[in-house]
């Protein structure tokens, strides 16, 4: 995955995405609600407003609307200078509105909160902070600048000081702390959002490498028969050819041609079309399939075995055949990757089974999960804030964003599995002292039920048919 497509994933353009018609549709709610409360305050409360600044400054957001209407199409996505600038006229506007009807002293002055809230949600961190310190020194201003809010009779509307005080704080606090609390909020299923895209990606990936390993298994089985006719018949030309050495080494690089084609598609396919191994497999040989990229990275990979009482024992202690689902060998391969990449020298994958459950067992003899991270294994762009000093700076070019082991829990939930996390060494005793497996460990566990595959799907489609003459 490119550095582009990291940006465009984690969601770092997302102020981006929001459309001029959704600001203009809350404009115009937002709008709708200050001409109500104008006419409110006035024909029932009897408050002498100044009217016609106060409809001239609502009138300001409803030509900001009309002229997005026609100015421009209403699909278009605002950048984030837009965005920002939507919100901050919002917030202006507001604070204009409350500074010609009191200032703190009307209850809706809390409604600065709003525009803090949407850039929490939606902008960066840098507009978020730069609309929060703009909020703060609007209702800072209008604690001490305003016109006061009177009655047709003339008395002043105001709440004492120490209440004053007490709306002025309760509204930065707000600003500041539901402003972290959205944003984190916000961040946070923005990074879920993001790491499910990506597991839904991988998952697709994985599906057409299958897809196409069938394609390759059917192309391959198709055309083994004529190979091995041309490898014949290239055979005996060359016994023809004895005689005739320029015809003799064609005959010749035919037939290492042919031989050429068949290790091609040996290795590029080993089953034949719709073969039966193609849709289910035993246990062994699915691990096997999930860890065969990684066989060859100087790394030992182990696959010790064994039923319910340690033994392979008839009934339910023989390995059972399995499903080969996409998304058990994807999640699979990035869990020994990661076992791979951290290992010291050897890699165990233990497998066991019972009637009742099956349980794969990845561990290694590196250095283990970080201590300060075991517990939030499995979580999205995990980073971690201090320089990396250990696992996480062993692999070249990572960046413990935590984003293929959440990749691996997912999928492998997805089939059914619950996963645990922990490490094979004691803290307390030298690293002399250790276990050979003193690295880290993951065991994933499914139902048999969930995971074995039916005598529907072992069987053949069709019953093999008699010869006839």
């Not at 459309?19 to 409360?45: C, D, M, N």
């Not at 182990?302 to 080969?324: I, K, L, M, N």
Request: proline content about 7%; some cysteine; overall charge neutral.
């Amino acid at each position: 995955m490119t550095d582009t497509d990291l940006s465009v994933l984690k969601g770092r353009q997302r102020g981006n995405w929001i459309r001029l018609r959704t600001i203009i549709l809350l404009r115009w709610v937002a709008i709708a609600g200050q001409l109500a409360a104008l006419a409110v305050s006035q024909q029932v409360y009897n408050l002498a407003l100044p009217l016609v600044p106060c409809l001239m400054v609502v009138g300001a957001s409803v030509i900001g609307n009309l002229l997005s209407l026609f100015l421009f199409p209403e699909n278009k996505r605002l950048s984030e200078t837009e965005n920002l600038m939507m919100v901050l006229f919002d917030l202006l506007q507001l604070g204009l509105l409350l500074y010609l009807t009191g200032g703190l002293h009307n209850p809706f002055s809390i409604l600065v909160i709003g525009p803090v809230m949407v850039s929490a949600s939606a902008l960066s961190l840098r507009s978020t902070v730069f609309l929060g310190l703009t909020a703060i020194l609007v209702v800072s201003v209008l604690a001490q600048f305003h016109l006061p809010l009177r009655t047709e009779q003339g008395f002043i509307l105001r709440i004492p000081d120490i209440f004053l005080f007490g709306s002025w704080a309760a509204i930065v606090i707000a600003v500041i702390f539901l402003s972290v609390y959205a944003r984190r909020v916000a961040v946070e299923m923005h990074a879920m959002s993001d790491a499910l895209q990506a597991t839904q990606l991988a998952l697709a990936r994985e599906q057409k490498l299958t897809d196409l390993g069938g394609v390759v298994a059917a192309a391959a089985h198709e055309l083994g028969t004529p190979l091995a006719t041309i490898k014949l018949t290239s055979a005996e030309l060359i016994e023809d050819l004895a005689d005739r050495p320029e015809l003799r080494d064609d005959a010749t690089l035919i037939r290492d041609q042919a031989d050429r084609c068949r290790d091609i598609l040996r290795s590029m396919g080993r089953a034949g079309k719709d073969d039966l191994h193609l849709r289910t497999a035993p246990l062994s040989s699915l691990i096997e399939e999930a860890a065969e990229p990684h066989k060859d990275r100087g790394k030992r990979i182990r696959f010790p075995q064994s039923g319910p009482d340690g033994e392979h024992d008839a009934g339910a202690g023989w390995p059972p055949t399995v499903v080969r689902r996409p998304e058990i060998i994807h999640g699979l391969r990035n869990l020994i990757q990661n076992a791979v990449d951290f290992a010291a020298a050897n890699v165990w994958i233990e497998s066991q089974w019972s009637p009742e459950h099956v349980v794969l067992r990845i561990v290694d003899d590196g250095p283990g999960f970080p201590a300060d991270l075991i517990g939030r294994i499995g979580d999205p762009f995990v980073r971690r804030r201090p320089a990396p000093t250990g696992r996480l700076s062993q692999r070249p070019g990572y960046e413990g964003m935590g984003l293929g082991l959440f990749i691996a829990k997912t999928l492998l939930e997805r089939s059914g599995a619950t996963l645990s996390f922990a490490n094979g060494y004691d803290p307390a005793q030298p690293r002399s002292d250790q276990p050979e497996k003193c690295g880290a460990i993951v065991e994933v566990t499914w139902p048999r039920r969930t995971i074995e595959a039916t005598r529907a799907q072992v069987a053949p489609r069709e019953p093999n048919r008699p010869i006839t003459p």
